[in-house]
């Protein structure tokens, strides 16, 4: 028989499972029976047992020749054993569990210490710098894209060149893809139950600042009237104003070293860091936003 397989079945996994499988069990055990949370007196017993297993397991301490505990740590006892024999057995088993709450206590410390430069790591260096400018960056684009709801558009004259079929769009029903003769083309609403007839001139309704495309106007036979764009930027608000404010919020919480602040500083960094470089390079939307809208 192994000579390890009672202490597998102190912490309840089959004989031979790994050092991982043990130390989820002890974890799972010790939480019931911690001294500090169980205040049983058997439970201090149990988890002497549970350690003292989960060291040998781990080879962080030697199988010992003769066990002085049995019966799940209970002290062996005898009819003739002295007054002073039992003193000594009780100050043996006080220390056995101080013993042990110290080896907790200082693992404890150990597992918060490597949280706490888990963490360290995140906000220094040069991660820390480029999250800091993503926030900053972002926070500007998600500004520029709330005051191009209200600031004045500005037009422009194109001539188109052709477009496609009808496709299913996001906010409109159909849509289809108009081509301009300077290479831009965008998806704009197609009139339902009506043939599409798209003169060569035409005007781009755009925002101020990010010159987001927002209608196109069109000459549709003998009438002029306005085309909505869809899958454009502006016209998702506030879902992408809201989107870019996320690394902010997450730099506010940087002291809150928890789970969420992690995946949000994680999100933030590359989700959205590098959806806020697409959104910024195409259609030349950071130049517009440096010149504030003039270019």
Do not use: C
Request: hydrophobic share 40%; no cysteine.
């Amino acid at each position: 028989m192994n000579s390890k397989s009672k202490y597998y079945r102190i912490l309840g996994v089959p004989d031979g499972a790994s050092q991982v499988d043990v130390k989820r069990a002890f974890r799972k055990l010790a939480m019931q029976y911690h001294p500090d949370r169980n205040p049983d007196p058997k439970a201090s017993v149990r988890f002497i047992q549970l350690t003292e297993a989960y060291e040998i397991l781990m080879d962080q301490r030697p199988i010992p020749s003769s066990a002085s505990f049995s019966n799940y740590g209970q002290p062996r006892t005898t009819s003739h054993r002295s007054t002073t024999g039992k003193s000594q057995a009780q100050k043996s088993f006080e220390e056995r569990v101080r013993m042990a709450k110290e080896r907790t206590r200082q693992q404890q410390i150990r597992n918060e210490q490597r949280k706490i430069q888990f963490f360290k790591s995140l906000t220094s260096g040069i991660r820390w710098r480029i999250f800091k400018l993503t926030v900053v960056m972002s926070t500007v684009l998600a500004l520029a894209l709330l005051f191009d709801q209200f600031l004045p558009r500005h037009v422009e004259s194109h001539v188109a060149s052709h477009y496609t079929e009808s496709y299913s769009g996001l906010e409109n029903e159909q849509i289809t893809h108009l081509y301009l003769k300077s290479g831009m083309s965008f998806y704009v609403e197609k009139p339902r139950g009506e043939a599409l007839y798209i003169s060569s001139d035409i005007q781009v309704e755009r925002s101020f600042l990010l010159h987001n495309p927002v209608r196109i106007w069109v000459h549709y036979f003998e009438d002029i009237r306005p085309l909505n764009v869809d899958f454009s930027v502006i016209n998702l608000f506030p879902l992408f104003p809201l989107l870019f404010l996320l690394p902010l919020l997450t730099y506010a919480n940087r002291k809150k070293q928890t789970l969420a602040f992690y995946l949000s500083y994680n999100i933030s960094q590359y989700v959205i860091g590098g959806f806020m470089l697409y959104v910024l390079v195409s259609q030349y939307r950071i130049f517009h936003l440096l010149t504030l809208g003039f270019l």
